[in-house]
C-alpha cells in the first residue's frame, strides 16, 4: 500500500470528469487499497479517486467512529433520493481547513460494485448520505465548493492560492 498525493484546490484536475471502470480487478484493488491508506492517514471519512489523480468511478467511505467500517463504492450512482433536504457543514481533504455548510438530499439509495465487483445496493442517510453525495460530486468534476455563492468560492480560492504560495519553496 502506498500513500497518494492529494489533489488541492483550485488544481484544475479535480473538475475533471471520472470515467466508468471496466473491470474490478486487481488494479483497481490497489489502487482502493491505496485511497483507504491515504483516507486515513488524512483523517478523512471518505475519499474520491479523482482527488488523488486518477479519474475513475472510485470511492472509499469510513463515517465510523472506530474507523472499522471501510466501505468501497466502485461505479456508484443515485438510484433515489429523498425530497426532504439537511444542511450539514462539510468540509474536503482537498480544500483543508475550510467548512461550509451545503444543503443536500437527506436520505440517498446507491447501487454500486464493491472491491470484488459484486453489486449492492444501499441506503443512506444522516453523515453516510452528505459522504457519499459529497464523494460523488467529485467523480463528476465538482467540489463542495461549487454549491456555495461565487463570493464564497472566490474568497475561498483565494485563500486556497494564498496558502499555496506560502508553501512553495523560493
Known amino acids: 500500500m502506498a500513500l497518494l498525493d492529494i489533489l488541492q484546490y483550485p488544481d484544475p484536475?479535480?473538475?475533471k470528469v471520472a470515467k466508468p471502470v471496466a473491470a474490478v480487478d486487481e488494479r483497481v484493488r490497489t489502487i482502493v487499497a491505496d485511497m483507504f491508506e491515504t483516507?486515513?492517514?488524512a483523517k478523512g471519512v471518505g475519499l474520491a479517486a479523482t482527488q488523488v489523480d486518477i479519474h475513475e468511478r472510485i470511492i472509499v467511505v469510513d463515517t465510523s467512529e472506530q474507523?472499522?467500517?471501510p466501505m468501497v463504492l466502485i461505479n456508484p450512482e443515485i438510484?433515489?433520493?429523498?425530497?426532504?433536504?439537511?444542511?450539514w457543514e462539510e468540509g474536503c481533504l482537498s480544500l483543508p481547513g475550510i467548512y461550509d455548510k451545503v444543503t443536500r438530499p437527506d436520505t440517498i439509495v446507491v447501487r454500486a460494485l464493491d472491491a470484488r465487483g459484486e453489486a449492492f445496493e444501499i441506503e443512506a442517510?444522516?453523515?453516510?448520505?452528505?459522504?457519499?453525495?459529497?464523494?460523488?460530486?467529485?467523480?463528476e468534476?465538482?467540489?463542495?465548493?461549487?454549491?456555495?455563492?461565487?463570493?464564497k468560492r472566490n474568497r475561498i480560492k483565494s485563500r486556497m492560492r494564498k496558502r499555496q504560495r506560502e508553501v512553495q519553496p523560493a
Open 39 to 41: 483516507m486515513y492517514a
Open 79 to 87: 438510484v433515489r433520493r429523498s425530497t426532504d433536504c439537511k444542511e
Open 141 to 151: 468534476g465538482k467540489v463542495f465548493v461549487d454549491h456555495l455563492s461565487a463570493l
Open 67 to 69: 474507523r472499522d467500517q
Open 13 to 15: 484536475r479535480l473538475h
Open 125 to 139: 442517510d444522516g453523515l453516510l448520505s452528505v459522504c457519499v453525495q459529497h464523494e460523488m460530486d467529485h467523480l
